[in-house]
Nanobody, 124 residues
Framework: QVRLVESGGGLVQAGDSLRLSCAAT????????MAWFRQVPGKEREFVAA????????NYADSVKDRFIISREHAKNTVYLQMNSLKPEDTAVYYC?????????????????WGQGTQVTVSS
């Protein structure tokens, strides 16, 4: 059974940093892209960042560019999201996703595997 398990969420103040982790079990994604999305109640899931199989290419939503960094560690089958200079509007449930494709995607439909989500709350 394939599982993606996120961790690292929490309550922080504006300007603080957090690092989210997503560990995959049940299969490896060494040749596949992975990504982070986020969602607030009443809104659609929003793309945050994606990374291709060898970390040579990354893609970010404009709202997080220059503040967030996505990375991955094949040895641990884990993807990370370093979030700096957090803002109240970053408050959301953050989801990790893994694709069975080979490109890099910002569309949620391209990702087959999803984690359960981790809450990030940024107070002003």
């Amino acid at each position: 059974q394939v599982r993606l398990v996120e961790s690292g969420g929490g309550l922080v103040q504006a300007g603080d940093s957090l690092r989210l982790s997503c560990a995959a079990t049940g299969r490896t994604f060494h040749t596949n892209p992975m990504a982070w999305f986020r969602q607030v109640p009443g809104k659609e899931r929003e793309f945050v960042a994606a990374i291709n199989w060898n970390a040579g290419t990354t893609n970010y939503a404009d709202s997080v560019k220059d503040r967030f960094i996505i990375s991955r560690e094949h040895a641990k089958n884990t993807v990370y999201l370093q979030m700096n200079s957090l803002k109240p509007e970053d408050t959301a449930v953050y989801y990790c996703a893994a694709s069975t494709g080979t490109g890099i995607y910002s569309n949620a439909d391209q990702y087959f595997y999803w984690g359960q989500g981790t809450q990030v709350t940024v107070s002003s």
